[in-house]
Nanobody, 114 residues
Framework: QVPLVESGGGLVQAGGSLRLSCVASGSIFRGNHMGWYRQAPGKQREWIATITRGGTTNYADSVKGRFTISRDSPKNTVFLQMNSLNSDDTAIYYC????????WGQGTQVTVSS
């Protein structure tokens, strides 16, 4: 069983929105804080959002106010609602535990055209 499967990326115009999903295996999802990360071309992977077991959220300054992380525990799924996208958001998006303990999935590509 693949531990993490991200989906929902695509090509969107600046100012648009996308909703990403990440399905995690139960052994990973249960009891862990979950997060979203991204890796832009030529840059290192960076953390962008956390949701704790209890539902508390935290965001990197670069996405605060535009992105919203949520989780559906019965479905072992984490979401990332992304609004007001700009070209700086172009990246491959990944989910993982916080701190990272699982193998990385393939991620989902988000491309924002200006």
């Amino acid at each position: 069983q693949v531990p993490l499967v991200e989906s929902g990326g695509g090509l969107v115009q600046a100012g648009g929105s996308l909703r990403l999903s990440c399905v995690a295996s139960g052994s990973i999802f249960r009891g862990n804080h979950m997060g979203w990360y991204r890796q832009a071309p030529g840059k290192q992977r960076e953390w962008i959002a956390t949701i704790t077991r209890g539902g508390t959220t935290n965001y990197a300054d670069s996405v605060k106010g535009r992105f919203t992380i949520s989780r559906d525990s019965p479905k072992n799924t984490v979401f990332l609602q992304m609004n007001s996208l700009n070209s700086d958001d172009t990246a491959i998006y990944y989910c993982n535990t916080i701190p990272t303990t699982a193998s990385w999935g393939q991620g989902t590509q988000v491309t924002v055209s200006s």
